[in-house]
């Protein structure tokens, strides 16, 4: 069994999620005034969301504008009794239906920065930075993303956090094999783990994990 793994808010068919992010300040920021590329605004804290769907919102929840980890407020509760490491969060201030009505005033809905840090070995994946903007750290490699293959991390360079991303691949959130156990126990909606490998393999890419085939047996407390 491998030891990490990627997580992913997943939408089941017809499941709300968010394809909009609205917000007073800049979302995107303006063109690098290096390299000349826009940038999410990622020091914005002021985020509400539009919600497509009317069922229930599942406690992962998809953001289809930029790739932010969004979720419920038992997720959080829940990652903090179990005491989980390498996260911080902040709340999302509001969520609009699509004719841009508040809705859903009762769930409390968080973004998640992930803080917790591992490296690739690009030596072992024969991948190298051919640039790197020194202002908004955009990278460009010898090959494209969906080129890497599969993936191998340096042990040395991982700091044990349960929830962590990798150098260069912030956005991507990773975890240890607790994060799936507390999924399962909690009955956390909305998310779903593959291995860590296949985190750049997109055709093809193997099936998410069976939680149940994996702690089925497991006692629920
Ligand atoms: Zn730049």
Not at 105 to 130: P, Q, S, W
């Amino acid at each position: 069994m491998e030891k990490f793994f990627n997580v992913h808010t997943n939408r089941k068919r017809g499941a709300p999620y968010a394809p909009t992010i609205k917000s007073n300040k800049d979302v995107y920021l303006s063109n690098c005034p290096e390299c000349d590329r826009t940038r999410f605004n990622e020091e914005n804290r002021d985020l509400s969301l539009v919600i497509e769907g009317y069922r229930k919102l599942p406690d992962g929840l998809l953001c289809g504008h930029y790739p932010l980890t969004i979720v419920s407020e038992k997720v959080i509760d829940i990652w903090q009794k179990y005491n989980v490491s390498g996260y911080s969060y902040f709340p999302i201030n509001k969520l609009f239906d699509m004719k841009g009505n508040e809705i859903y005033t009762e769930c409390k809905y968080f973004n998640v920065i992930t803080t917790g840090r591992a490296e690739l070995d690009f030596d072992k994946m024969n991948i190298h930075i051919i640039s790197e903007c020194s202002t908004c750290g955009y990278v460009e490699y010898n090959k494209e993303t969906w080129e890497f293959g599969e993936a191998f991390y340096k042990d040395e360079t991982y700091d044990d956090s349960d929830l962590f991303a990798l150098k260069y691949f912030e956005k991507s959130l990773l975890c240890t094999k607790k994060i799936l156990e507390i999924s399962y126990k909690e009955k956390l909606t909305g998310f779903q783990f593959k291995t860590f490998a296949s985190m750049f393999i997109y055709i093809n890419s193997p099936p998410a994990i069976d939680l149940k085939d994996l702690f089925g047996n497991a006692k629920r407390d």
